[in-house]
């Protein structure tokens, strides 16, 4: 994915940052707990198509980001 | 019980959440012939209006540009020429028929580097504050749910200083270019879409939609509200259609 675009993405509801998860295709809102997919390289931005992480992940990669900013 | 958010779809009176299902409906139906019944129902003319949109936008090298609702591409690869390597071009829209339209059209003609495709809905646009210098909505914001809530967004998103262009239909301002326009869309248009896209509901809908979208000073007053400066319209083929900009300031 396009790093200038990915840099000018925000979640549409907080419009807080996004975390790319590459494997998996999706743009990542942990404070909405939302997983954007992305369709043949086209992130698709529309609540409605997102995925609803579970409590369990949300935490989970709440914290895995936080590690990652504290390193 | 609570009573149910209505808005208009067409000449139709829709709950408001069902809006955006009716019109994309309608979207991913006419997409694979939505150039062609372009040129046909405005007899070509649509490419000098969006040529106009462009030398209005005053977009330069290098600049950002956003083509909302850009469906199949029309502004974008206008855009992609003049902003160049340095540049970019978002061309996004809520539908994915329209989008897939678009990107496969542009990428066949060799428009790849600086245009980048998002899904997104235009009352809640998933970028960041100040991002564009360009932002145009051709033909798009008539079929916006919520019109006040997406021009704040588009507000949010331009730049200090970037302009924002509705090209879109509008009232005509001639009593008898008004009558004929009227046959023309409700008898012709609707014949024309059931020839070639086999839908002519679709294009019912097109020409009941343009009836109900705000005139001109409406939607001024309603770029004003949303905190754009400078707000002024220029009407082409006698207010058939109406190119509104704003600056943010």
């Known amino acids: ?71 | 019980m609570s009573e149910e958010k209505t808005t208009h779809f067409g000449y139709k009176t829709v709950a408001t959440e069902q809006k955006q299902a009716m019109v994309a409906d309608v979207f991913h139906s006419v997409a694979a012939k939505y150039d062609l019944m372009n040129d046909l129902m405005s007899f070509g003319v649509h490419r000098l209006w969006k040529r106009i949109t462009i030398d209005m936008s005053g977009v330069r090298p290098g600049d950002q540009v956003l083509d909302l609702a850009g469906g199949t591409g029309d502004l974008t690869k206008k855009f992609a020429r003049i902003v160049g390597p340095q540049g970019k071009v978002v061309l996004a829209d809520i539908n994915s028929s329209m989008l897939n339209v678009g990107r496969d059209r542009l990428t066949d003609q060799g428009y790849v580097g600086n245009i980048e495709y998002v899904q997104a809905n235009a009352e809640c646009l998933p970028f960041e504050d100040n991002s564009f210098d360009v932002i145009t909505i051709a033909f798009g914001l008539r079929n916006v749910t919520d019109k006040d809530a997406a021009l704040r967004s588009m507000t949010r998103v331009l730049k200090p200083g970037g302009r924002l262009l509705v090209l879109e239909f509008s009232k005509p301002t001639n009593p008898l270019m008004s009558k004929a326009y009227d046959l023309y869309s409700f008898t012709a248009l609707p014949f024309m879409g059931k020839l070639v896209t086999n839908d002519s509901e679709s294009y019912k809908y097109l020409a009941e939609s343009i009836r109900m979208h705000p005139d001109q000073e409406t939607l001024k007053s309603m770029m004003e509200n949303a905190g754009l400066v400078r707000c002024s319209f220029h009407n082409m083929t006698s207010g058939v259609v109406a190119l509104h900009r704003g600056i943010k300031p």
């Open chain 1, 1 to 71: 994915m396009d790093k200038q675009l990915l840099s000018m993405l925000v979640c549409p509801l907080c419009k807080g940052k996004l975390k790319y998860e590459k494997d998996a295709q999706e743009l990542l809102c942990t404070f909405d707990g939302l997983a954007f997919p992305l369709r043949d390289g086209v992130p698709v931005m529309l609540e409605g198509e997102a995925r609803r992480m579970s409590e369990e992940e949300k935490l989970e990669k709440a914290q895995k980001a936080a590690k990652e900013q504290a390193e």
